[in-house]
């Protein structure tokens, strides 16, 4: 079974920086074969792409709201992907969740693409 658990969140000002991690297991099949993301929701909103990166690390994609603020990684050997968020504006507030899709060529910014989540990590960021 599969098992997806995020870290990093917590409560900082506009501004300020966070960085989420999320820690992969239980894979039958490796996890450089999944194309990793990030995405949030936002209290009464839809759940939405944040940013994402493919099997190798080697080509990431991001939100239009994100870009140049936030970056994410990921760690083969660790089976870790992270989130790296700077410049932290309020309207960031949201729990972040961490995804695994089988398509792991590219970036997925498609919720539908995605099997595995993780339980989510709240994120709040004060004026």
């Known amino acids: 079974q599969v098992q997806l658990v995020e870290s990093g969140g917590g409560l900082v000002q506009a501004g300020g920086s966070l960085r989420l991690s999320c820690a992969a297991s239980g894979y039958t099949n490796t996890f450089s074969n999944y194309a990793m993301g990030w995405f949030r929701q936002a209290p009464s909103k839809e759940r939405e792409f944040v940013a994402g990166?493919?099997?190798?690390?080697?080509?990431?994609a991001y939100a239009d709201s994100v870009k140049g603020r936030f970056t994410i990684s990921r760690d083969n050997t660790k089976n870790t992907v992270d989130l790296q968020m700077n410049s932290l504006r309020p309207e960031d507030t949201a729990v972040y969740y961490c995804g695994a899709s089988p398509i792991g060529s590219v970036p997925q910014p498609k919720r539908i693409m995605y099997n595995y989540w993780g339980q989510g990590t709240q994120v709040i960021v004060s004026s």
């Open positions: 990166v493919d099997w190798s690390g080697g080509t990431t």
